[in-house]
């Protein structure tokens, strides 16, 4: 370049590297460190039930669909971890996950109400992520049409066998409360780590019945049961009746005064907290809001309504912030009401 080429081009020049300079300052300020960090990477998600059941249909179901909300675009798998009524996968992601937002469970719902009635555990419920819930969690309990008993008021006179998961799911709590409480006669068989696992106990004659099951379970493993009418509901695991079964009576109204009432209440509170997603707990600040802003662009979105709506898979999507004041409340029952809630779930 002659001189005076370079004369009349240098300040072009100066200033093209100085755009590309400010270009380059820009592109980093403007980074995203949430989509770095993901890009590449993998999300899974822990079910802790075996496959099958209602909790790995909504598992799946959403690893087929989180990942495009997600900065950076991560590929979601499900793994399985089934044991103790998903106690195995709620220690699994509180305690032996990196704590950086790969690892997020869906549990029992029922687990929110150990630590509220002084339950010791390697986790505390409220101290995990909540991304946010799907649906809450009101199951049917169902027995055989031709079972010695087809309503709770029979249980008071004649056994039934339910089949239950964990000792800390509704399966097995409701019908031990029932039994304090009310006087039946319920014998509950636990150790069935899934819905479908329960249900073929009951096909099979190994029970006859089953302590808890949603609708949309029964819809998609065994939907000729509903309609040649070979099962009958005893009632509603849940605050208020099944908006599809307006026959079936929920939990509480069974009770018999108000103290019972509020028992009652509390202990079917945690199917409020029903299908949600946990991440690990202590999850960076940033991932965390990415991941709960995420969820609730999933549950808005076309795609993943209209797959929901093809599996039968029911959906009452709530927040992660507003999950933890259902928790909260839940701590602020009456003490009254907790010591009684304690002496009717305590395992025998």
Request: charged content about 20%; glycine content about 10%.
């Amino acid at each position: 370049m002659t001189r005076k080429l370079a004369t009349i081009l240098g300040p072009c020049l100066s200033l093209g590297l100085g755009a590309a300079a400010l270009a380059g300052f820009a592109g980093a300020a403007v980074a995203d460190p949430v989509a770095d960090f993901y890009k590449g990477k993998s999300i899974s998600i822990v079910v802790g039930f075996s496959p099958g059941g209602g909790y790995d249909l909504y598992g799946r179901l959403v690893a087929r669909h989180l990942g495009n909300f997600v900065p950076g675009k991560p590929d979601v798998i499900v793994q399985n971890k089934p044991g103790a009524g998903s106690g195995v996968a709620a220690s699994y992601i509180y305690n032996a996950t990196p704590k950086d937002g790969t690892q997020i469970g869906i549990f029992l719902s029922h687990l929110s109400l150990n630590r509220v009635l002084g339950k010791q555990t390697n986790y505390v419920f409220e101290k995990f992520t909540w991304l946010g819930r799907l649906n809450t969690t009101q199951n049917l309990s169902v027995v055989w049409a031709d079972a010695p008993v087809t309503t709770v008021e029979e249980a008071k006179k004649t056994e039934v066998v339910l089949a239950a998961s964990g000792p800390e799911s509704a399966t097995s709590r409701v019908p031990i409360a029932f039994n304090r409480l009310l006087g039946t006669k319920f014998k509950v068989v636990r150790g069935y780590d899934s819905s479908i696992k329960m249900a073929v106990a009951m096909e099979q004659g190994e029970t006859h019945g089953v302590g808890g099951i949603s609708l949309q379970a029964l819809q998609t493993m065994r939907p000729q049961w509903l309609a040649e009418k070979k099962i009958r509901f005893l009632y509603v695991t849940a605050m208020e009746r099944h908006k599809s079964m307006p026959d079936v009576p929920a939990v509480p109204e069974f009770a018999r005064n108000e103290a019972e009432r509020q028992v009652l209440r509390l202990i079917m509170s945690s199917s409020d907290v029903g299908v949600a997603l946990a991440g690990e707990p202590d999850i960076p600040g940033e991932r965390a809001a990415a991941l709960r802003q995420a969820f609730l662009r999933m549950v808005e979105d076309k795609a993943f309504l209209a797959e929901a709506a093809s599996m039968k898979l029911d959906l009452d999507p709530l927040g992660g912030e507003a999950l933890m004041g259902i928790m909260a409340e839940m701590g602020a029952m009456p003490e009254a009401v907790l010591d009684r809630a304690r002496d009717l779930l305590q395992i025998d």
